[in-house]
C-alpha cells in the first residue's frame, strides 16, 4: 500500500471528448475575489510549497483571491466549492435536477451540471461540508470518469480496486502527496486521506486537472486529424502521419500479420501498406514527458474502423 505507484501507460488508450473551458470559477459571495486579480499578494503562500500551482490557478482566473487580497492556502475547501471548480474546468454545458439543493442556493447550477456528467455518482449531497482528502479523491475520481475512465479503473482492475481512492489520486498526481493516514487509520507518508483537504490542494488539484483536460483535448484533435486521413484504396492502407505539437507527441504503430510491426515517423508525410499484410494499426498521442493521452486501435480497414481504448 505505501509503495509509489505512477499512472500505467497501457498500448490501450481512448479518446474521450471533452470540452475545456479555462473561465473563472463561480464561487459563493464570502470566498469570491470583489474581481480578478492580475497581479496578487503573496503574502500568504509566497513560501507555500504549491506556490507554483496557486499562481498558476490565479493566473488562469480558475480560483479567487479573497476581497483582502489574500488566497488562505490553508483554509478547508467545501463540497460546493470543489464540485464548482470541476465543473467549471470540465466546461459541462447539460444539467439534471438536484432536489437537494435548495432553489437560489449559490452552487445550484454547479451541482446540477455535476449531476448530469456523473460527478455525483455515490456522493451524499451536502455542500457546506469540509471535505476530507479522501472525499476530495473520490470526487475527483468522478470528475475525470468521462475523459480518463478513472472511475471504471479504481472500481474494476485489480491493481487499483482495493486502494482507497486518495492513493489512486495521489498516483495520478491529482492531490499532492501528504503523510497522515490512510482512510482506515494505518500511518502513509504519502497518501493521507483524513485530514482536510486545503485550498492549496486545490489549486494543485485544478492545475493539474487543467494541464491534463487541455492536453486531452489536443490529443483528441489530433487523432481525429489521423482518423479521416486513413483511407483503403485498391489493396493499400494509406494515412497522414500526423505530427504533435508542443505539449502532445504522436505514435503510429503498423503491426503485421506475420507478428513484425513498424514504428511510423510522425513528420505529416503520408505512409502507404499493403492492407492485406495488416493486422493492426495504432495511433497514440503522449506528452513530451511520456503520460499518456489517448490511443485508437484499428483492427479493421475497409472502412477504418477504431477502437477507443483507455489508459
Known sequence: MEG????KKSMQMVVAVVAILGTAA?????????????????SDYA???????????????????FPDGSFRPE???????LVTSLVTIKGVKKAAPVPEIAAGHWAKAAYEKAKADGMLDGVTI???AVLTREEAAYLVINAMQSVRNSRGLKNNENYYKNLPNIQFVVGYRWIPKKAGKFPNGVSTTAYDGLSNYTRAEQAFTINQLHVDLNEMAQANKLADEF?????VKSGVISGKAVTGTNQVNTDITILYKDGKFKII???????????KKVARVIFGTVTPYRKGLV?????????PLRERRWY
Open 126 to 128: 451536502r455542500p457546506y
Open 265 to 275: 515517423k510522425t513528420d505529416n508525410s503520408v505512409f502507404r501498406e499493403d492492407v
Open 227 to 231: 482518423h479521416t486521413s486513413l483511407k
Open 75 to 81: 483554509q478547508v475547501v467545501t463540497q460546493a466549492e
Open 295 to 303: 490511443e485508437y486501435r484499428y483492427d479493421s480497414f475497409d472502412p
Open 47 to 65: 513560501a507555500h510549497p504549491l506556490k507554483n500551482s496557486i499562481d498558476y490557478v490565479l493566473k488562469n482566473r480558475l480560483m479567487w483571491t
Open 26 to 42: 463561480t464561487y459563493s459571495p464570502s470566498f469570491a475575489a470583489e474581481k480578478p486579480a492580475t497581479v496578487v499578494a503573496q
Open 4 to 7: 509509489e505507484f505512477f499512472m
